[in-house]
Protein backbone atom coordinates (compact mmCIF):
# COMPACT_ATOMS: atom_id res chain seq x y z
CA UNK A 1 0.00 0.00 0.00
CA UNK A 2 3.20 2.50 0.84
CA UNK A 3 5.12 2.59 -2.15
CA UNK A 4 8.47 1.68 -1.86
CA UNK A 5 11.24 4.75 -2.15
CA UNK A 6 15.21 3.83 -3.18
CA UNK A 7 16.95 6.59 -3.15
CA UNK A 8 20.45 7.14 -3.85
CA UNK A 9 23.16 9.39 -1.87
CA UNK A 10 26.31 9.88 -3.68
CA UNK A 11 27.42 11.99 -0.97
CA UNK A 12 30.98 13.93 -1.62
CA UNK A 13 31.64 11.93 -4.62
CA UNK A 14 31.69 12.01 -8.88
CA UNK A 15 32.77 14.66 -11.14
CA UNK A 16 29.84 16.21 -13.35
CA UNK A 17 31.05 13.83 -16.06
CA UNK A 18 31.19 11.03 -14.03
CA UNK A 19 27.85 11.73 -12.35
CA UNK A 20 26.45 12.10 -15.79
CA UNK A 21 27.64 8.33 -16.67
CA UNK A 22 25.60 7.23 -13.99
CA UNK A 23 22.61 9.08 -14.91
CA UNK A 24 23.09 7.64 -18.43
CA UNK A 25 23.92 4.63 -16.87
CA UNK A 26 21.00 4.05 -14.92
CA UNK A 27 18.56 5.90 -17.63
CA UNK A 28 19.01 2.84 -19.16
CA UNK A 29 17.69 0.77 -16.71
CA UNK A 30 14.83 2.20 -15.16
CA UNK A 31 13.97 4.38 -17.96
CA UNK A 32 10.20 3.68 -17.08
CA UNK A 33 9.67 1.99 -13.63
CA UNK A 34 6.60 1.66 -11.93
CA UNK A 35 7.00 -0.02 -9.08
CA UNK A 36 9.19 1.88 -7.20
CA UNK A 37 9.91 5.81 -6.64
CA UNK A 38 14.16 5.54 -7.71
CA UNK A 39 15.60 8.72 -6.60
CA UNK A 40 19.22 9.71 -7.36
CA UNK A 41 21.33 12.24 -5.19
CA UNK A 42 24.71 13.52 -6.68
CA UNK A 43 26.46 16.27 -5.38
CA UNK A 44 25.28 20.15 -6.05
CA UNK A 45 27.74 20.47 -9.02
CA UNK A 46 26.28 17.85 -10.90
CA UNK A 47 22.58 18.42 -10.43
CA UNK A 48 21.79 20.59 -13.31
CA UNK A 49 23.46 18.05 -15.84
CA UNK A 50 22.21 14.49 -14.29
CA UNK A 51 19.00 16.42 -14.45
CA UNK A 52 18.48 16.74 -18.05
CA UNK A 53 19.34 12.59 -18.59
CA UNK A 54 17.01 11.79 -16.44
CA UNK A 55 14.10 14.57 -16.77
CA UNK A 56 12.18 12.05 -19.13
CA UNK A 57 12.35 9.19 -17.23
CA UNK A 58 11.18 7.88 -14.33
CA UNK A 59 14.34 8.33 -12.02
CA UNK A 60 14.03 11.33 -10.13
CA UNK A 61 16.36 14.05 -8.52
CA UNK A 62 17.33 14.57 -5.03
CA UNK A 63 19.68 17.08 -3.45
CA UNK A 64 21.43 16.07 -0.08
CA UNK A 65 21.36 19.45 1.85
CA UNK A 66 20.12 22.99 1.55
CA UNK A 67 19.87 26.20 3.47
CA UNK A 68 16.44 27.51 4.28
CA UNK A 69 16.50 30.95 3.49
CA UNK A 70 15.01 31.58 0.09
CA UNK A 71 18.17 33.86 -1.03
CA UNK A 72 20.53 36.44 0.12
CA UNK A 73 23.90 36.97 1.96
CA UNK A 74 24.28 33.38 2.74
CA UNK A 75 28.00 32.43 1.49
CA UNK A 76 28.23 28.83 0.24
CA UNK A 77 24.95 27.93 0.86
CA UNK A 78 22.19 26.63 -1.54
CA UNK A 79 18.24 27.81 -0.98
CA UNK A 80 15.06 25.33 -2.20
CA UNK A 81 14.30 27.73 -5.28
CA UNK A 82 17.66 26.75 -6.37
CA UNK A 83 17.36 23.37 -6.05
CA UNK A 84 13.74 23.30 -7.76
CA UNK A 85 14.98 25.49 -10.79
CA UNK A 86 17.20 22.51 -11.36
CA UNK A 87 14.65 19.48 -11.08
CA UNK A 88 15.07 18.40 -7.41
CA UNK A 89 11.88 16.33 -5.99
CA UNK A 90 13.66 15.36 -3.20
CA UNK A 91 16.01 17.07 -0.47
CA UNK A 92 17.75 15.30 2.10
CA UNK A 93 17.82 16.62 5.40
CA UNK A 94 19.27 16.12 8.63
CA UNK A 95 21.56 13.44 7.34
CA UNK A 96 23.92 11.99 10.48
CA UNK A 97 26.97 13.43 8.38
CA UNK A 98 25.42 17.07 8.43
CA UNK A 99 24.33 17.09 12.08
CA UNK A 100 28.07 15.23 13.46
CA UNK A 101 30.19 16.93 10.97
CA UNK A 102 28.66 20.14 10.27
CA UNK A 103 27.23 20.32 13.58
CA UNK A 104 23.07 20.18 12.43
CA UNK A 105 20.65 20.46 15.21
CA UNK A 106 17.14 19.37 15.10
CA UNK A 107 16.17 22.85 15.27
CA UNK A 108 18.07 23.30 11.78
CA UNK A 109 16.62 20.66 10.50
CA UNK A 110 13.11 21.37 11.35
CA UNK A 111 13.30 24.25 9.64
CA UNK A 112 14.89 22.82 6.46
CA UNK A 113 11.32 20.51 6.63
CA UNK A 114 8.79 23.54 6.38
CA UNK A 115 10.56 25.02 3.87
CA UNK A 116 11.29 21.92 1.60
CA UNK A 117 7.49 21.12 1.97
CA UNK A 118 6.93 25.05 1.05
CA UNK A 119 8.32 24.67 -1.75
CA UNK A 120 6.63 21.52 -3.63
CA UNK A 121 9.51 18.99 -2.68
CA UNK A 122 9.33 16.18 -0.42
CA UNK A 123 11.61 15.86 2.45
CA UNK A 124 14.24 12.59 2.97
CA UNK A 125 14.51 13.08 6.88
CA UNK A 126 17.56 11.47 8.51
CA UNK A 127 17.43 10.01 12.54
CA UNK A 128 19.00 7.69 13.84
CA UNK A 129 21.02 6.62 17.40
CA UNK A 130 24.90 6.45 18.15
CA UNK A 131 26.22 3.16 18.38
CA UNK A 132 26.89 3.83 21.94
CA UNK A 133 23.02 4.74 22.28
CA UNK A 134 21.71 1.86 21.27
CA UNK A 135 24.43 -0.03 24.06
CA UNK A 136 22.68 1.90 26.42
CA UNK A 137 19.21 1.05 25.34
CA UNK A 138 18.67 4.80 24.87
CA UNK A 139 17.55 3.64 20.64
CA UNK A 140 14.27 4.89 21.13
CA UNK A 141 14.63 7.61 23.30
CA UNK A 142 16.88 9.16 20.45
CA UNK A 143 14.40 8.30 17.90
CA UNK A 144 11.66 9.84 19.82
CA UNK A 145 13.75 13.30 20.79
CA UNK A 146 14.43 13.63 17.15
CA UNK A 147 11.03 12.86 15.66
CA UNK A 148 9.64 15.31 17.93
CA UNK A 149 11.77 17.91 17.82
CA UNK A 150 12.50 17.70 13.69
CA UNK A 151 8.56 17.50 13.21
CA UNK A 152 7.48 20.48 15.49
CA UNK A 153 4.72 22.48 14.59
CA UNK A 154 3.20 20.34 11.32
CA UNK A 155 -0.13 19.82 10.33
CA UNK A 156 -0.72 15.79 10.21
CA UNK A 157 -0.42 16.52 6.16
CA UNK A 158 2.84 18.25 5.78
CA UNK A 159 3.85 15.01 7.86
CA UNK A 160 2.12 12.60 6.05
CA UNK A 161 4.61 13.90 2.93
CA UNK A 162 7.85 13.53 4.57
CA UNK A 163 9.77 10.77 4.63
CA UNK A 164 11.59 9.20 7.33
CA UNK A 165 15.15 7.49 7.24
CA UNK A 166 15.66 5.61 9.74
CA UNK A 167 19.96 5.42 9.50
CA UNK A 168 21.53 3.54 12.92
CA UNK A 169 24.82 5.48 12.80
CA UNK A 170 26.91 2.39 13.33
CA UNK A 171 25.74 1.55 10.36
CA UNK A 172 26.27 4.05 7.91
CA UNK A 173 29.63 3.12 5.81
CA UNK A 174 30.58 0.82 7.81
CA UNK A 175 29.36 -2.57 6.31
CA UNK A 176 27.47 -3.54 9.19
CA UNK A 177 23.93 -3.43 8.58
CA UNK A 178 21.21 -3.58 11.36
CA UNK A 179 19.27 -7.05 11.51
CA UNK A 180 16.28 -7.07 9.32
CA UNK A 181 14.95 -7.60 12.59
CA UNK A 182 16.50 -4.64 13.93
CA UNK A 183 15.47 -2.37 11.36
CA UNK A 184 12.07 -3.81 11.72
CA UNK A 185 11.76 -2.88 15.40
CA UNK A 186 13.15 0.56 14.45
CA UNK A 187 10.87 1.53 12.00
CA UNK A 188 7.62 -0.12 14.00
CA UNK A 189 8.58 2.22 17.10
CA UNK A 190 8.78 5.24 14.37
CA UNK A 191 5.52 4.33 12.96
CA UNK A 192 3.96 3.82 16.30
CA UNK A 193 5.36 7.24 17.83
CA UNK A 194 4.01 8.89 14.70
CA UNK A 195 0.43 7.72 15.61
CA UNK A 196 0.95 9.00 18.77
CA UNK A 197 2.27 12.40 17.32
CA UNK A 198 -0.40 12.28 14.87
CA UNK A 199 -2.91 9.44 14.18
CA UNK A 200 -3.23 6.26 12.37
CA UNK A 201 -4.09 7.38 9.47
CA UNK A 202 -0.95 9.82 9.11
CA UNK A 203 1.58 6.69 10.37
CA UNK A 204 0.17 4.18 7.84
CA UNK A 205 0.60 6.69 4.86
CA UNK A 206 4.28 7.85 6.60
CA UNK A 207 7.11 6.14 4.49
CA UNK A 208 9.53 4.95 6.26
CA UNK A 209 13.41 4.39 4.50
CA UNK A 210 15.78 1.77 5.92
CA UNK A 211 19.38 3.15 5.73
CA UNK A 212 22.96 1.82 6.82
CA UNK A 213 25.53 -0.30 4.58
CA UNK A 214 22.15 -1.33 2.38
CA UNK A 215 23.47 -3.87 -0.27
CA UNK A 216 22.06 -5.83 -3.42
CA UNK A 217 22.07 -9.40 -0.88
CA UNK A 218 20.60 -7.41 2.04
CA UNK A 219 18.01 -5.60 0.27
CA UNK A 220 15.18 -8.32 -0.07
CA UNK A 221 15.26 -9.07 3.67
CA UNK A 222 14.71 -5.62 5.18
CA UNK A 223 12.09 -5.00 2.15
CA UNK A 224 10.22 -7.91 3.94
CA UNK A 225 10.11 -6.40 7.11
CA UNK A 226 6.32 -5.07 7.52
CA UNK A 227 7.34 -1.53 8.05
CA UNK A 228 10.57 -0.84 6.26
CA UNK A 229 9.45 1.13 2.92
CA UNK A 230 12.42 1.69 1.08
CA UNK A 231 16.46 2.49 1.31
CA UNK A 232 18.34 5.06 1.54
CA UNK A 233 21.65 4.21 0.10
CA UNK A 234 25.24 5.52 0.25
CA UNK A 235 27.89 3.80 -0.87
CA UNK A 236 26.17 1.08 -2.94
CA UNK A 237 24.56 3.72 -4.87
CA UNK A 238 28.16 5.06 -6.69
CA UNK A 239 27.80 2.05 -9.19
CA UNK A 240 25.35 1.52 -12.10
CA UNK A 241 25.09 -2.26 -11.43
CA UNK A 242 24.89 -2.61 -7.62
CA UNK A 243 22.56 0.45 -7.28
CA UNK A 244 20.48 -1.26 -10.20
CA UNK A 245 20.53 -5.00 -8.59
CA UNK A 246 19.40 -3.31 -5.14
CA UNK A 247 16.40 -1.32 -6.81
CA UNK A 248 15.46 -4.73 -8.63
CA UNK A 249 15.89 -6.75 -5.33
CA UNK A 250 14.17 -4.58 -2.99
CA UNK A 251 10.58 -5.30 -5.38
CA UNK A 252 11.05 -8.77 -6.12
P1 LIG B 1 25.97 3.67 3.33
O1 LIG B 1 25.38 5.13 3.62
O2 LIG B 1 24.96 2.94 2.48
O3 LIG B 1 27.26 3.90 2.61
O4 LIG B 1 26.14 2.99 4.65
C1 LIG B 1 24.02 5.34 3.89
C2 LIG B 1 23.75 6.79 4.14
O5 LIG B 1 24.58 7.46 4.77
O6 LIG B 1 22.71 7.34 3.71
Redesign the pocket.
Known amino acids: MRRPIIAG?W?MNKTVDEAVSIAVGLKRKFYTFSEADVVICPPFTALSKVHEQIVDSSIMLGAQDMYWEESGAFTGEISPGMLKDVGCRYVIAG???RRNIFGETDEDVNKKLKIILKHGMIPIM?IGEQLEERDNGMTFEILEKQLTRDLKGFAKEQAARVII?Y?PIW????GRTATPQQAQESHRYIRDFVERLYDRETSVKIRIQY????KPDNIAQLMAQEDVDGA??????LDVNSFTEIVENAVK
Open positions: NKHSECAEAIGTGGSVLVGGAS
